[in-house]
Antibody, heavy 119, light 110 residues
Framework: QVQLVQSGAEVKKPGASVKVSCKAS????????MHWVRQAPGQGLEWMGI????????SYAQKFQGRVTMTRDTSTSTVYMELSSLRSEDTAVYYC????????????WGKGTTVTVSS | EIVLTQSPGTLSLSPGERATLSCRAS???????LAWYQQKPGQAPRLLIY???SRATGIPDRFSGSGSGTDFTLTISRLEPEDFAVYYC???????????FGPGTKVDIK
């Protein structure tokens, strides 16, 4: 079955970077784009960007431009999201989510990775 | 950039009642590009509806979506105990690609 398995929780200091992974299985990795979405405690969902695992092209939400980098490793069917210059407001659960065939919505979600930014 | 507004913020209902959730866009959205998700505490969101009215795989038929243009609705015909959750609408815009979520509607037990 289609599965997205994310890396474990992280605790980082302000100013540091964090890199979260998302390993896909159960489908052809390069055939579906992948999103990253985050959710701050008690808040709603916030789209961060998308990566094409086939060619590696990316598109980021304007809010995260210059601070986020999404990459992929086709040999392990894994996508990565790195967020730099962390601040307390980046404390959130980070989800990877597969883009649908038509890439209009997110059809499969990972369980999320909690990132805590604290001094 | 299109902004999505959801109402009400919280809907307090009893099991068996009908729930009607609204999602309004600041500009017209193609129906093909409107989706709904359900999120329970401590869980990832789950796709319910795509293309404004198509149910995702495994979603019970008590969930239905409708609407067009700037006004979309998610209806739960008879609430089951497991339906008490937060519901988000989401739209897709192209060139460049951008995905936007509404702020969510919480359906809680009255």
């Amino acid at each position: 079955q289609v599965q997205l398995v994310q890396s474990g929780a992280e605790v980082k200091k302000p100013g540091a970077s964090v890199k979260v992974s998302c390993k896909a299985s159960g489908y052809t990795f390069t055939s579906y784009y992948m999103h990253w979405v985050r959710q701050a405690p008690g808040q709603g969902l916030e789209w961060m960007g998308i990566i094409n695992p086939s060619g590696g092209s990316t598109s980021y939400a304007q809010k995260f431009q210059g601070r986020v980098t999404m990459t992929r490793d086709t040999s392990t069917s894994t996508v990565y999201m790195e967020l730099s210059s962390l601040r307390s407001e980046d404390t959130a659960v980070y989800y990877c989510a597969r883009c649908s065939t038509s890439c209009n919505y997110m059809d499969v979600w990972g369980k999320g990775t909690t990132v805590t930014v604290s001094s | 950039e299109i902004v999505l507004t959801q109402s009400p913020g919280t809907l307090s209902l009893s099991p068996g009642e009908r729930a009607t959730l609204s999602c309004r866009a600041s500009q017209s959205v193609s129906s093909s590009y409107l989706a709904w998700y359900q999120q329970k505490p401590g869980q990832a969101p789950r796709l319910l509806i795509y293309g404004a009215s198509s149910r995702a795989t495994g979603i019970p038929d008590r969930f239905s979506g409708s609407g067009s243009g700037t006004d979309f609705t998610l209806t739960i015909s008879r609430l089951e105990p497991e339906d008490f959750a937060v519901y988000y609408c989401q739209q897709y815009g192209s060139s460049p690609p951008i995905f936007t979520f509404g702020p969510g509607t919480k359906v809680d037990i009255k």
